[in-house]
């Protein structure tokens, strides 16, 4: 699952161009797993580095939840429903050595805690118009999504200088 990449390009791409490269492959054959039916978090996850597994767990999270307040809210409520998930977002922050958004993450997971979340993903029943609808929730989300957009530069600039630092563990230099 490495990219082949020249080794110009590996050493010229900016921090989020990097990083999407070497996403790419791994979210790729994670939706063909998933249309087929198959399990990739048993099945391809497994054979990833240690590394991609957390690249592939944070950027799933961070691409969904950068989006919008509403989604930042919906998504990390969504993850926070399935223990191993959410873990697995925090376990990734962890292994960048991230200090910026694993803060943030922390925060939210408290804030969804207080108002009796996760609620279990069978029955899951958050909507993200829940902002729309309740001020108080909506004024406990935006700072902590203004947070994120700002903590976001320096979580990637953390992940791509790991990349660059190991880059056997992503990549295959041509």
Request: proline letters at 5%; hydrophobic letters at 45%.
């Amino acid at each position: 699952m490495l990219v082949i990449m020249r080794q110009d390009m590996f050493h010229t791409l900016g921090d989020e161009a990097l990083i999407a490269a070497c996403f790419q492959p791994i979210i790729q054959a994670y939706k063909e797993i998933q249309s087929r039916g198959d399990d990739f978090i048993s099945g391809l996850f497994q054979e990833l580095s240690p590394g991609q597994q957390a690249l592939f767990a944070f950027h799933v999270y961070h691409t969904h939840a950068i989006k919008s307040q509403a989604d930042c809210y919906w998504w990390s409520a969504y993850f926070l429903a399935q223990p191993a998930k959410w873990a697995g977002i925090q376990s990734a922050l962890r292994f960048f050595k991230d200090s910026s958004t694993l803060p943030l993450v922390e925060r939210m997971e408290s804030l969804l805690r207080q108002r009796n979340h996760p609620r279990n993903i069978t029955n899951f029943d958050i909507s993200a118009s829940d902002l729309d609808h309740d001020p108080e929730l909506m004024s406990e989300v935006r700072p902590l999504y203004a947070d994120l957009l700002d903590a976001a530069e320096i979580t990637h600039q953390g992940i791509a200088t790991y990349i660059r630092n190991y880059p056997d563990a992503f990549v295959i230099l041509r």
